[in-house]
């Protein structure tokens, strides 16, 4: 599953955040919670409209090609 999701964030996620000046890294996935753990990098960090970005992008792309991914949080 952790493979399946770091190539959706590689293929489909990572370019459109780095198109922004932006960047994206998976850390971890809990299958118990469905939860999927990234690390937002260079102008998505601190940015404002980054809750917007993980709703609205990130947990979108992965909940459509993983049913069992239910939130998407950014760490530290």
């Avoid at 996620?13 to 780095?18: N, T, V």
């Avoid at 198109?19 to 937002?40: C, H, M, N, T």
């Avoid at 993980?54 to 949080?73: F, Q, W, Y």
């Amino acid at each position: 599953m952790k493979e399946r999701i770091q190539q959706i964030i590689e293929e489909r996620i990572r370019p459109y955040l780095e198109a922004d000046g932006g960047g994206i890294e998976f850390v971890d996935y809990d299958a118990e919670s469905g939860e999927v753990k990234v690390r937002l990098q260079g102008a998505c960090k601190g940015c404002p409209g980054a809750q917007m970005t993980l709703s609205m992008g990130v947990e979108a792309a992965l909940k459509e090609e993983i049913p069992e991914v239910r939130r998407v949080i950014a760490v530290g």
